[in-house]
């Protein structure tokens, strides 16, 4: 390959890869100086300037040319990337919409509910609560609504609900024992 080829093929914004940088590379520009190329380029890790005085020969079998298209080819599988982005998605909304386990629930809880599970249980550092109010005020849907956003944000593996045995107040809770894993 001669001078004049070489600078065909080097296009600003090719890449660039061979012994004699450290780290691929950006060409701004290719230039010819009698039968060598003067090629300046940018690193791409490091940001580094190069300006190189080349011979036809050293591009022979040593460098590695590849175009600009080539570089942003997006040829996967668009199925499986959606659905990466997807679930990235959804391990990142906690931290966009603050009562988030509620949008993904098939519940619609009462307003002193929200104030407890994201005003006083989540606010803690440490979250050790026992909930006990009257038959009736939703502790069951507050203790899911609590579970949920742990799970969502990573803080919880596993769950273990133990309730008193039936002799209690009677409703839903007393007869819950659950185990989730």
Excluded: C
């Excluded at 580094?48 to 079998?61: E, I, M, S, V």
């Amino acid at each position: 390959m001669n001078v004049q080829e070489l600078l065909t093929r080097l296009a600003e914004g090719t890449t660039l890869e061979g012994p004699h940088w450290t780290e691929p590379v950006k060409v701004l520009t290719a230039k010819a100086r009698g039968t060598r190329l003067e090629v300046q380029a940018v690193g791409l890790h490091t940001r580094r300037l190069w300006t190189k005085l080349l011979t036809a020969d050293d591009f022979n079998g040593k460098i590695t040319i590849t175009p600009v298209g080539e570089l942003a080819g997006l040829n996967g599988n668009p199925t499986h990337f959606r659905l990466a982005a997807e679930a990235h998605r959804i391990r990142l909304a906690y931290q966009y919409d603050p009562h988030f386990a509620v949008s993904v629930s098939q519940v619609d809880p009462l307003p002193h509910q929200m104030d407890a599970v994201y005003t006083h249980l989540l606010t803690q550092p440490r979250i050790r609560f026992l909930i006990a109010d009257d038959p009736g005020a939703g502790k069951t849907i507050m203790a899911g609504l609590l579970i949920k956003e742990l799970k969502f944000r990573g803080l919880i593996e596993r769950t273990l609900i133990v309730t008193p045995a039936n002799g209690g107040a009677p409703g839903f809770e007393d007869s819950l024992t659950a185990y989730s894993g």
